[in-house]
């Protein structure tokens, strides 16, 4: 598997709203615009191998979410649903979000929350990962904290994959141990911009600087 770093255009791509909701999650400024879909989870029903489709009635993507941890059964030993989040204290968690869009996609803007500010995610594992007829490949990208309250951690990933010619692609996340619990997550994807709106978004990037969100490692 080939893997590439890239980094994260946060404000040129996204040019990110307040707050949007309990999960302290922010809303691009493309979110509800032609050639967009939103996606958001935060009731879970499938603990185990089955998809997990976005429970909130904004939505207009299909992508979905499933808790892949190999030879895991069912509760007590594996994940179970508890409070519409997905949690297991005997096994370290894996996630993989699934998506396809009816575009060429331009940016990829996902987020993250747990229940437990003490049992984080694995921040290193989260890829984006496509194939372009040559193999899969793995994209890396900043991690940025929008919140850390002490009941959960809120973080954002954002990929420019606008000069990749892709409409599919997966997400990998992972617990960083056992007893985490999956509480929210909210995806946005973007169709590649018109030239005229890169320059703006090029254009907000100088002005807004790093006033607006703080990377983390």
Request: glycine share 10%; with cysteine; aromatic share 12%.
């Amino acid at each position: 598997m080939k893997i590439k770093y890239v980094l994260m255009l946060a404000i040129t791509a996204v040019n990110l709203s307040a707050m949007a909701n309990s999960s302290f999650f922010v809303a691009p400024a493309f979110r509800g615009q032609a050639g967009t879909e939103y996606s958001g989870w935060e009731s879970f029903t499938n603990a185990y191998s089955g998809p997990n489709f976005p429970s909130l009635a904004a939505s207009t993507g299909d992508g979905f979410i499933t808790q892949t941890t190999p030879g895991i059964g069912a509760f007590p030993n594996g994940p179970f649903i508890t409070g519409g989040n997905i949690y297991s204290f005997a096994t370290t968690n894996t996630f993989t979000l699934t998506d396809a869009t009816a575009y060429t996609l331009g940016t990829v803007v996902f987020q993250l929350r747990n229940n437990d500010g003490t049992v984080p995610f694995n921040y290193s594992s989260v890829h984006l990962e496509y194939d372009n007829g040559g193999g899969p490949l793995s994209l890396f990208t900043t991690r940025t904290e929008l919140n850390n309250s002490g009941g959960g951690i809120a973080s954002l990933w954002n990929w420019d994959v606008s000069a990749l010619g892709i409409n599919s692609y997966k997400i990998y996340f992972n617990a960083s141990d056992i007893s985490l619990s999956l509480d929210a997550v909210a995806l946005d994807t973007q169709v590649v911009p018109e030239p005229s709106a890169l320059a703006l978004s090029a254009f907000g990037l100088v002005l807004l600087g790093k006033r607006v969100l703080r990377p983390c490692v």
